[in-house]
C-alpha cells in the first residue's frame, strides 16, 4: 500500500479553500487583463543554465530527471523559481514576434527549495507583471506597474495596506556620496533589506565587522534607512541631500515623476521607505513593496521595480523592463489563517434538482439541462433516495436552492435553502432572471 | 550567456496562441463548473512511491531534486504524470473532510518524459472532472460524465466529434466466454487497443505469438473488435453473444442504461466501439472516447471511464469513481495546426487612449480609469510620440478602438480601427453600453 502524507512545503487545499483561492487567482487575472496585460505562460522548465546564476541560492532550485533514464539531455533541467528569469528567456528568445512595449501578466506555479515554514511554501503561485519596451522604457511604465498591483489587492477585497516605494538609484547613489564603491554599495543594499528581521543594531554588526565600514558611514547609512515619509513628502524629505551624487539626484526626480502619475487613491496609500531595498540583485530603478500596516507580521506580499539588464544574460541587450508580483499562495495561506475573507460553499452548484425515483430521473436530468441553458450551475443528485437525504446532501454542500419536481414532471418547486422557504415555481426562466441578476 | 532554446516537448505559445489557449482552458472550467465539478488542484508533486505502480512506465515518470543537496525527502519526489492517480491518493487522504458524492473538475499540468513527437508532450494540461461516491456510485454519474465531456467539446466550438463508448465488461466478459483466462483477458485488452495504430495484422500476430491463442478465438476477438453501430442499437448489435458470460450481460445492461440517460444531442454522436479498449489497467466498466471522423490522425483527444479500485492502492476501500478528461495541449496543437478556431488579438486591450504629450497624459489616465471601471480593458499608449506611431501600435496589437483627447481633456473622438470610423464621443459611459454589449 503507498503511503498518503502531507509533503512539507506543497499545500493542498481543500474545497472551500481552493474555491476561494480560484476567486483570488480570477480577481487578479481580471485586473491585469483590464489593464492590458496579456497571459503569457512558460513552461514549468528550464534549462538549469537559464536558472542558475540569477542570485537565488543553487540549493533552493529544484532539478528535473526522468526517474530511470541516462538521457543526459534530461539532466539539465529544471523547476522555474520565479517568472521573471523565464520571462527574460523569453523576451531574448521572441523579441521578434513581439510587439513593443510589450505587457505581460502571468499567473503560474514556482518552485524553490526554502526551509519549509509557516506561510513559506516550496510550490506556490507568482502572479507577474511586466512591461519591456525597446531601448527606453519611460517612468510611465514604473507608475502604471505600482497602480495595478495596488488595485489588484484593493480589488481582492483585503485590509487596508500601503505601498512602501523606494529607489535602487537614491540608495546606491547615497552610499556612493559616502565614498563607498560600488560594490560595496550592492552589499550594503541587500544588508539594509534585513533591517525587518535583524534590526539596527543586527544591520549595524554586519556593515561594521564583514563590510568594515565605519561608524559614521553605518550612521548616516541608518539615517537614510529611517526615513518614512507620505509619497507625495518625498522630494522635500530627500532635498537635504541633492547633490550627494548625481545618481542621488536622479533617484529624487524619477520618484518624483512616477509619484506625479499615480491616481489619488494609490498616493494615499503610498509612503517612501528608506529602508527598503529589495534583496534581488536584478532591480536597477523604482522598487516597490506591498505591506498590511495591521498585520507586520505578513511581510511583503507583493512588489516588484525597474530592471534593466536581465535579458543581457541570454544575449538581447536594450530590453528595458518593470515588474510587479503577487506572492499569491503566502497572501492566501495568510488570508486563510486570519480569516480575512470569508470562506465559499465547497461547490459552484447554485441548484440541486431532486430525483423522486429512477423512471422520472429524465424529467429532472431535463430540468437541469435548462436551468444550465441560462447559465445556473446545476445538478440532479445521482441516487434517488427519500428526499430529506438529498436536501441534507444540498446543506452539507452550501448548495442554497434545491429544485422538487412532480412525477411527470410537469410542476415544479423551489426550496431556498437559506431561508427555509419553498415556493412554486411556473417558468424556470422566469425564476432564473428574478433569482440571479 | 546563458542559452536560449526550446525544449522539446514542453510547448511555449506566442501571445495570440496563449490567449487562445486560455480561453479554452476556460471554456472548459465553466462548463465542468456549470455542472457542479468542484476546482481542486492538488500539488504538482506526490511522492514516488504514489506515482510508480500504475500502469506507467517508470522511465516516463520525471523525478524532482534540489540541484545540489543531500536531502534524503527530496529523493522521493516526482512530478505527477495525470490528475487521476493524485485524485484517487486526495481522496483516501481526506476523504473524511469531503461530501459524497464528491465531484472535481481540475485542470492542470501534468508531466511525461514520453518521447517527443509531433502532438506528443512532455509538458501538458490535462482537464478532468471525475465522481466518486462511498460504496456504491449508480450508472447515472458515468452517464453524467459522458455528457460534460460531450458538451464541453461542443462549447469549444470544434468540427464534429463522435463519443465512441465501450464496457471493459463487455470486453472481459466475452473474452472469459472464450475460455481465457483473467490473466489473459487483461492481456488482450491491452493488445486490442492498439488496433488503430499496428492494424488487425498486427493484433492478430501478438495474439497468436505472444498469448499463444488459436485461430478461432482470435477470430472471435476481431469480430467484436470490428463492431461499430450507433449506442441506440448497442443491445441489439451484442444481442447475438448474450449468455457469453455473466459478466458480458452484466456489461450489455450497463451500456443500454447509460445510453438511456445520454441527452438525445449526445446519443446522437455515440457509437458502440467493439475495439474500443483504453489501455490504462484501472479501468472497470463503461469506457468511452472523444474522436473527430474528418480528422482521424488526431487520433483521442479526450475520454474516460468507470474505475473502481484506485483508491484501495492508497489504503481507503469503498470509493467507485468515474471520471473523464480532455488532453487540451494535444488538442490545442491540432487546433493550431488545422486553423480549426480564429485566433484571437495578442493583447486584451480594447480602447488604446493616446498621449498628446507628457504634459496632458493624466488626462488620458483618467479616461482610461473610468473606461477599466465600466469593465473595458484600456491601456494608455507609454510614450508621447506623433498619434500615426500610436495608432500603429494598436494595429499591431489587434486594439480595436483608439481613443483621441484634446489638451485640455474635456472631449474625445474615437477611432474605430476595424471600420476606418471616427467619431465624437460626448459620454465615455453612453459609449461603452452602445459599444460592448
Wanted: with cysteine; proline share 5%; aromatic share 8%.
Amino acid at each position: 500500500m503507498a503511503k498518503v502524507k502531507n509533503i512539507s512545503g506543497f499545500p493542498e487545499w481543500l474545497p472551500s479553500e481552493r474555491r476561494l483561492e480560484e476567486s483570488l487567482l480570477s480577481a487578479i487575472s481580471s485586473q491585469y487583463q483590464l489593464h492590458g496585460f496579456t497571459p503569457i505562460e512558460t513552461p514549468s522548465v528550464e534549462l538549469l543554465t537559464t536558472l542558475f546564476g540569477n542570485g537565488v541560492e543553487e540549493k533552493e532550485i529544484y532539478a528535473v530527471n526522468r526517474a530511470h533514464a541516462g538521457e543526459d539531455d534530461d539532466a539539465s533541467l529544471g523547476l522555474h523559481f520565479d517568472l521573471t528569469v523565464p520571462f527574460a528567456r523569453f523576451i531574448a528568445q521572441h523579441h521578434h514576434a513581439l510587439t513593443f512595449p510589450f505587457k505581460r501578466g502571468s499567473l503560474q506555479k514556482v518552485w524553490r527549495g526554502d526551509r519549509p515554514q509557516r506561510g513559506r511554501f516550496r510550490e506556490f503561485y507568482q502572479c507577474d507583471i511586466d512591461i519591456v519596451a525597446r531601448d527606453t522604457l519611460p517612468l510611465s511604465a514604473d507608475a502604471e506597474v505600482v497602480e495595478v498591483i495596488d488595485k489588484t489587492f484593493c480589488a481582492i477585497g483585503l485590509p487596508p495596506h500601503t505601498v512602501r516605494i523606494n529607489n535602487r538609484k537614491i540608495l546606491q547613489g547615497f552610499y556612493e556620496g559616502l565614498g563607498v564603491s560600488d560594490d560595496v554599495c550592492r552589499r550594503i543594499i541587500v544588508e539594509v533589506d534585513k533591517l525587518d528581521k535583524v534590526g539596527e543594531s543586527g544591520v549595524r554588526r554586519c556593515l561594521s565587522e564583514v563590510l568594515a565600514l565605519t561608524d559614521d558611514v553605518i550612521n548616516e547609512i541608518l539615517v537614510l534607512a529611517r526615513l518614512e515619509v507620505p509619497i507625495s513628502e518625498c522630494e522635500s524629505a530627500l532635498e537635504k541631500w541633492r547633490g550627494k551624487s548625481a545618481l542621488f539626484d536622479e533617484g529624487i526626480s524619477e520618484l518624483r515623476d512616477v509619484c506625479a502619475l499615480l491616481p489619488d487613491e494609490t498616493k494615499q496609500r503610498s509612503i517612501l521607505d528608506g529602508s527598503l531595498a529589495r534583496g534581488l540583485f536584478y532591480y536597477t530603478g523604482i522598487i516597490f513593496e506591498i505591506r498590511f500596516p495591521d498585520y507586520p507580521e505578513f511581510g511583503s506580499l507583493g512588489g516588484g521595480g525597474r530592471y534593466e539588464g536581465l535579458t543581457e544574460r541570454f544575449g538581447a541587450r536594450g530590453f528595458p523592463c518593470v515588474g510587479g508580483s503577487i506572492g499569491l499562495t503566502r497572501l492566501f495561506s495568510m488570508i486563510l489563517e486570519h480569516s480575512l475573507l470569508p470562506l465559499p460553499s465547497s461547490s459552484p452548484t447554485k441548484v440541486l434538482v431532486t430525483v423522486m425515483n429512477e423512471e422520472t430521473r429524465r424529467h429532472s436530468m431535463r430540468a437541469a439541462r435548462e436551468l444550465r441553458s441560462y447559465g445556473v450551475a446545476t445538478e440532479v443528485f445521482f441516487k434517488s433516495p427519500k428526499l430529506g437525504k438529498q436536501i441534507e446532501y444540498a446543506v452539507a454542500k452550501g448548495i442554497r436552492y434545491v429544485l422538487f419536481l412532480n412525477e411527470e414532471g410537469s410542476t415544479c418547486d423551489i426550496k431556498d435553502l437559506s431561508k427555509e422557504e419553498q415556493k412554486s415555481i411556473p417558468d424556470l426562466k422566469v425564476w432564473v432572471s428574478e433569482t440571479f441578476v
